[in-house]
């Protein structure tokens, strides 16, 4: 193989000649990095014969440039590309006190783009701001997207800075969007889930499953996920497709550097989103009158991390329950609160 790192030049109407980075891991793996678009990841692509196929899913708006992009109320799904996308750091989810839906990081151009071998580390680094005048947080976010030579996984180093002189509220939320077309199900070491509202309600006693498009609901799911980690300290969460010869997803980190976790399903669309973060996904208002917003000292900083990947069948994902794993019953909770009887949920293929 040729140097991993390459870029390419996209054509779209509205990506206006953006460049990405590309990254190749393996002869049959590469991902892309969009410096443009907070160093967010459109692309994970595996060489099936001769055709590149994207693990993530597409929405069709292509990486829209960020100079045309609107974040006002639903205006932002117009540059909502898919791929793995990041939440923050001001808000994550719907717009809230000045602040557009799930923040504007993933709108921010890099400065200081590198790209570098570091032994078996394939990495490129950047750096962005995330700046508003007078009274608004000032943040500094330094990003490491790493491929790791010879593996279909992507991690992603954080560090979020204050630069402002007075304390700021942190949200930060990871949106990999993974083109998981059911029949599957999910597969994580889950003791509670939660409805987001009332549309979960109706899905919620088959949170795990995963629904082919043409069986599926017509409206998303979110729920919340209370985890429990391994004894490394690290939490697995997989989307296991029934077909085994179609690739499994995972995502996998430390709950105590990403202490929430969301669960979106649109298997109409063929999408779901396993999304770690320090925060839910109902805006910074609901948030702060939860009393569960992260505030960060000027001049203090966080770190966050995370590792995505791609394998064929659940084999090989490290973490996940070993087979035969005894069923568990989890706590089903409504969006208004009330608990719901458990229902018993295989942890093992």
């Known amino acids: 193989m040729d140097s ?13 000649g953006m460049k990405v980075a590309v990254v190749r891991t393996r002869e049959d ?12 990841v459109p692309s994970a692509e595996v060489l099936r014969g001769e055709v590149w196929e994207n693990l993530f899913w597409e929405s069709g708006t292509g990486v829209v440039d960020p100079a045309l992009c609107d974040v006002n109320g639903r205006a932002w799904l117009r540059g909502f590309f898919g791929g793995m996308l990041t939440c923050g750091p001001e808000n994550v989810g719907p717009p809230a006190e000045g602040f557009p839906s799930h923040g504007s990081l993933s709108m921010t151009p890099a400065g200081e783009v590198v790209s570098r071998t570091e ?18 947080p000032h943040f500094e ?38 083109a998981v077309c059911g029949p599957g199900a999910i597969l994580a ?25 043409a069986d599926a609901c017509e409206f998303e799911q979110v729920f919340d996920l209370e985890v429990e980690p391994g004894q490394d300290g690290f939490v697995t969460v997989a989307g296991l497709p029934d077909d085994q010869e179609r690739p499994a997803v995972y995502v996998r980190y430390r709950p105590d550097n990403l202490s929430r976790l969301t669960l979106w399903k649109h298997p109409r669309e063929g999408v779901i989103g396993i999304e770690p973060g320090n925060c839910d996904v109902m805006g910074i208002s609901t948030e702060r009158e939860r009393g569960t917003l992260e505030v960060l000292a000027a ?3 966080r770190d966050f991390e995370v590792e995505i990947g791609f394998v064929v069948g659940s084999r090989g994902i490290e973490g996940l329950p070993k087979e035969g794993a005894a069923t568990r019953t989890v706590g089903l909770v409504g969006s208004d609160g009330t608990p719901r009887q458990g229902s018993p949920a295989r942890e093992a293929t």
Not at 189 to 213: I, M, Y
């Open 4 to 16: 991993p790192f390459g870029e390419r030049v996209l054509d779209g109407a509205r990506e206006q």
């Open 29 to 40: 793996f590469r991902f892309a990095v969009a410096p443009r678009r907070g160093m967010d």
């Open 119 to 136: 032994g078996e580390r394939l990495v490129v680094e950047g750096k962005m701001a995330v700046r508003y005048a007078l009274t608004g």
């Open 141 to 178: 976010v330094r990003r490491r997207v790493v491929g790791l030579s010879g593996r279909t996984a992507i991690r992603f180093e954080d560090r979020v800075t204050n630069v402002g002189s007075h304390p700021a509220e942190l949200m930060w939320k990871y949106h990999p969007c993974f």
């Open 189 to 213: 070491p889950v003791v509670r889930a939660r409805a987001r509202d009332v549309l979960a309600d109706l899905g919620l006693e088959d949170w795990r499953r995963v629904a082919a498009p």
């Open 299 to 301: 001049g203090a900083s």
